[in-house]
């Protein structure tokens, strides 16, 4: 099993192009389930042969705790999706305790979606994600809440929740989430890549110009190029850039100047959140922060 096998979310305009021409964005709020995304890690579950992989398809030695509390509490031969989270701690601490070789017992799980063995085996389901979700929520109810360590999903009824955009940003200012996962109450599962709007991911962006204080060259491990990345400082504090930095010298920024740089969100360190390069830019001295 791995994260190819299940039911993809991606975003909105990568949903398919007809399906895109009949709906907007905004108008989802009054038609789709939202849910927080959690800044976890993607969890793979299997009841039957008690099995467990993360978004890389190998299993996971730091989740067996994990494993027989979802076979107690949402019985065998199922196939359950969810996140592997830890309150208050960041992503990059419990992406460590994740990938350990050895239990980590103080991880907890957030489930939001499930299938039948068989079903998963046949890559299809025509039970509506409302019905699914149902079939959670009544397994989580009897499960004993002193002991238990499954969280359930922060999840908004269409019609009760502001713009996705907006909802997406309000989650992640106030941590522990990357952003909203829009889902449709009566999409059935099917294994592959959303393109009718089943499942669309949500993620803010906010765009700085920032002042690049380094570049570093190092070699590709696969193509033994020279590969670039360049330090940004955001009121004080360098965050490392590779996403996006051209392959050319030539066109990457040189210590001094300054740069446009997207990301996700600023994190309370002041450290920027999935940063990626967009450009220098010429016109401009002085950095925004």
Not at 32 to 54: E, F, P, R, S
Not at 128 to 141: E, H, Q, S, W
Not at 230 to 257: A, E, F, L, N
Request: glycine share 8%.
């Amino acid at each position: 099993m791995s994260d190819y096998l299940n039911q993809k979310a991606v975003e909105f305009d990568k949903q398919g192009a007809k399906w895109r021409k009949e709906h907007t964005l905004d108008e989802l709020s009054a038609t789709h389930i939202a849910q927080a995304k959690y800044d976890g890690c993607q969890l793979i579950i299997d009841t039957k042969n008690m099995i467990a992989v993360g978004r890389d398809g190998k299993g996971k030695a730091s989740v067996d705790h994990i494993i027989h509390e979802c076979a107690k509490v949402f019985g065998p031969d199922l196939v359950i999706w969810g996140e592997v989270y830890e309150p208050g701690s960041d992503f990059y601490t419990i992406n460590g305790a994740f990938n350990r070789k050895s239990a980590q017992s103080h991880l907890w799980f957030v489930p939001y979606d499930m299938v039948a063995s068989f079903e998963f085996d046949e890559g299809y389901s025509d039970v509506p994600y409302k019905d699914r979700k149902v079939l959670i929520d009544a397994c989580m109810l009897h499960r004993h809440n002193t002991i238990s360590q499954l969280i359930d999903v922060r999840e908004y009824s269409p019609g009760t929740y502001v713009k996705p955009l907006q909802l997406a940003k309000q989650l992640v200012s106030q941590g522990g989430f990357d952003g909203l996962i829009l889902r449709d109450p009566q999409a059935t599962w099917r294994r592959g890549t959303s393109k009718e709007g089943e499942l669309i991911k949500v993620k803010p962006s906010d765009n700085l110009d920032l002042r690049c204080v380094g570049v570093q060259t190092g070699v590709g491990e696969k193509t033994g190029r020279p590969v670039y990345t360049i330090d940004v400082d955001y009121k004080g504090v360098t965050t490392r850039v590779g996403s996006g930095v051209p392959h050319d010298i030539k066109d990457v920024p040189k210590k001094g100047c300054i740069v446009e740089i997207e990301c996700m969100a600023v994190n309370p360190s002041n450290t920027l959140r999935e940063p990626r390069f967009i450009g220098i830019k010429f016109d401009k001295d002085k950095p925004d922060a």
